[in-house]
């Protein structure tokens, strides 16, 4: 059993940046892929970026990319997601979640947190 909590999360005005971060209670060697997914108001949660635990290709949802970092520190299993020129359109809870499938589709996904709410104002 993996827990996995995020913290971070925090009202920030439009432009700025946020570092988002993810404990993992225990490293998920049978898991191999750590993943960000966003749900804002009234919609489907959505992919926003993944990794490996054991090493890099990151892949991001179109939107990401060039704005955000998803990066994870494996020593302390932790993974971060830094969000930059952050607009409205950002605004949502953001969870981390870690799979076997190297894949957006949030099915991939078995454990899960408990989110962490992002709100960027004007």
């Known amino acids: 059993q993996v827990q996995l909590t995020e913290s971070g999360g925090r009202s920030v005005q439009v432009g700025g940046s946020l570092r988002l971060s993810c404990a993992a209670s225990?490293?998920?060697?049978?898991?191999?892929?750590l993943a960000w997914f966003r749900q804002a108001p009234g919609k489907e949660r959505e992919f926003v970026a993944l990794t490996r635990w054991r090493a890099g290709s990151e892949f991001y949802a179109d939107f990401a990319k060039g704005r955000f970092i998803i990066s994870r520190d494996n020593p302390t299993n932790m993974l971060y997601l830094q969000m930059n020129s952050l607009t409205a359109e950002d605004t949502a809870v953001y969870y981390c979640?870690?799979?076997?499938?190297?894949?957006?589709?949030?099915?991939?996904?078995?454990?899960w947190g408990q989110g962490t709410q992002v709100t960027v104002t004007s």
């Open positions: 225990a490293r998920p060697f049978s898991r191999s892929v």
């Open positions: 979640a870690t799979g076997t499938q190297y894949a957006s589709d949030l099915r991939a996904y078995d454990y």
